[in-house]
């Protein structure tokens, strides 16, 4: 099974996804849009919320960094009066060490990754939508800037007037990503920022056309008029969406085969009632489910959903 993800929300279909497959069956690929350098080593957060969610070592907490890490350097290079735009712990530096040194000793992205995934004996397969540079920019009354910007210096506050992938035009699929779609005809679009963590995923070059041949489970991070947590409604409004989870529906447009939304969710088209059931919506089949994750048998009881609806296509 593939899965497209991005930050928290995916994340924690994955912690119930690893509990109903065997990891080795798992794929996962993870939006790079986010991506940045700092300090002089590549962050990616999204990708590394997987592999540390993988590895064990994801922090509980905050659903982002290694637990119990410390920040010893990050509060040295305060105090010497460089400021980092993300508060990076150290164990989670030394990744970013690692994967920097690998690319600027030659390797792609993609296989800095699968080398990192090796060291840390993860046995589902990570990869990084593309390995060409995209970088997501807010653009805002204050000016334009990359998403990390807008979402840690400002907190999300400026009103977000568009955005734009930069990059995403001359982004390729890597040949892993291919080869993996080539292989498994179940892909699952995890409940993530569908603008900012999906939505760069489906721009790469040939995705979406790839997917509409694909059974596809998609899962709404939206309840009634509000995304489950991050900047997605702002963002949503800012590109003309209706923020809800027919909102989602239409980012996606032909490409889900079943939708998930939540069981208190609004209706979508000619779905009626609540608590359960299914209907469906412009040949779209609408699954309702509790999506909220807030503890680990609740992720395991939505991927179990999940994987009986692919049982049903």
């Known amino acids: 099974m ?8 995916t994340p924690k279909l994955l912690s119930g996804m690893r509990e109903v497959l065997p990891e080795e069956e798992i794929t996962v690929v993870v939006n790079t849009a986010e991506d940045m350098w700092v300090s002089g080593n590549l962050v990616c957060p999204d990708v590394d919320t997987v592999l540390y969610l993988f590895a064990g070592s994801i922090d509980p907490e905050k659903w982002w960094g ?10 040295a ?3 010497a009066g460089q400021s ?6 150290d164990r989670d530096r030394a990744t970013h060490i690692l994967r920097s040194d690998m690319i600027r000793g030659g390797r792609s992205l993609t296989g800095a990754i699968r080398e990192l995934t090796r060291r840390l004996k993860i046995r589902a397969t990570i990869l990084p939508m593309t390995d060409c540079a995209v970088a997501t920019r807010i ?12 979402w840690l210096t400002h907190r999300g506050e400026p009103e977000v007037l568009g955005l734009r992938i930069e990059g995403i035009e001359n982004a390729t699929p890597s040949d892993a990503v291919l080869s993996a779609l080539e292989n498994d005809d179940r892909v699952v679009i995890g409940p993530s920022n569908p603008i900012t963590s ?29 995304p489950v947590s991050g900047p997605a409604g702002k963002l949503m409004h800012a590109c003309g969406y209706d923020v809800s989870s027919e909102g989602v529906l239409e980012c996606y447009r032909d490409i889900p085969d079943v939708f998930v939304i939540d069981r208190e969710d609004v209706d979508i088209g000619s779905v009626v009632g609540r608590g359960g ?5 412009g040949g779209v089949q609408i699954v309702r489910a509790d999506t909220m994750m807030t503890s680990p048998e ?16």
């Open 2 to 9: 593939i899965i497209l993800s991005g930050g928290t929300g």
């Open 66 to 75: 290694v637990r119990n890490d410390t920040f010893a350097t990050n509060d």
């Open 77 to 79: 290079l305060q105090s």
């Open 84 to 89: 980092e735009i993300m508060r990076i712990g």
């Open 139 to 150: 653009e805002t009354q204050e000016g334009e800037m990359h998403f990390q910007e807008f």
């Open 198 to 226: 999906i939505g760069p995923i489906l721009e790469v070059r040939g995705m979406r056309k790839i997917l509409r041949e694909k059974e596809v489970v998609a899962i709404s991070p939206i309840i009634g008029s509000a």
């Open 277 to 281: 059931g299914t209907g469906e919506v």
């Open 298 to 313: 609740k992720s395991v009881a939505l991927s179990r959903v999940i994987v009986s609806a692919f049982e049903e296509l």
